[in-house]
């Protein structure tokens, strides 16, 4: 399984943020269990929120009131959105992925397999 971010670039502050994370090779049956993370410049990778074909979405404490996390099971993406974007949302997003039940360990970025990442620009 591979994962690739896409949809990232330019936004505007106050600005929504669509991006997607493509599992290329598909969901295995039913399973899966995707991140999202970030990272700032000079900065360590933090956890946003994390989908479970089982749990749901979880979201870190952090990133619950701006962002949402969405599968689309036919396309084999999972979707992040992000509202009102600010100057210090700018930095590289990633997804990862995990086997079952795999979100328990997003918020410690203990996925199994990572994308290359996808760059976010929000200018001052």
């Known amino acids: 399984v591979q994962l690739v971010e896409s949809g990232g670039g330019l936004v505007q502050p106050g600005d929504t943020l669509r991006l997607s994370c493509v599992v290329r090779g598909g969901f295995s049956g039913d399973f899966y269990s995707i991140g999202w993370f970030r990272q700032a410049p000079g900065k360590e990778r933090e956890p946003i929120g994390c989908?479970?074909?089982?749990?749901?979405?979880h979201y870190s404490e952090a990133a619950k009131n701006r962002f949402s996390i969405s599968a689309n099971i036919p396309e084999n993406t999972v979707d992040l959105q992000m509202i009102h974007a600010r100057p210090e949302d700018a930095g590289t997003y990633y997804c990862g992925g995990a086997g079952p039940a795999g979100c328990i360990k997003y918020e410690k970025l203990g996925m199994d397999f990572w994308g290359e990442g996808t760059v976010v620009t929000v200018p001052s």
């Open positions: 989908i479970d074909s089982s749990t749901g979405v």
